[in-house]
């Protein structure tokens, strides 16, 4: 169904939308404590769970699953090696540069 075809009350039908191919990305894995775990994409977390997060660690809840989160949890890692995670994963996501555009925007846009 295109938004064409929508009745004149909906201006877009997201059921209908799916993600681009293209812009799927894979999990970025990172053996840890000798076991592989996965990080999902923040693009696939669910926006009222990222509404609600105060701090960084807060994300691990969502970005891991219980499993990988249960094995972070028991694995001895010093601050340099987390610190070396999570900037591996904000490059894989490109997290940096979508960050910086959007305060770019944010100083662009006037406040309500």
Do not use: C
């Amino acid at each position: 169904m295109t938004d064409q075809m929508l009745p004149q009350e909906i201006s877009l039908d997201l059921d209908a939308v799916e993600r681009p191919e293209k812009d799927v990305v894979p999990p970025f894995a990172v053996k840890v404590g000798g076991k592989r775990i996965e990080m999902t994409d923040p693009d696939e977390i669910d926006w009222k769970d990222l509404a609600e997060l105060d701090d960084p660690i807060g994300f691990l809840r969502y970005a891991l699953n219980d499993e990988d989160r249960a094995h972070l949890r028991e694995v001895d890692l010093p601050g340099w090696k987390f610190r070396r995670l999570m900037d591996g994963y904000m490059a894989h996501y490109k997290l940096n540069e979508r960050v910086a555009e959007a305060q770019r925007m944010q100083g662009r846009a006037p406040r309500f």
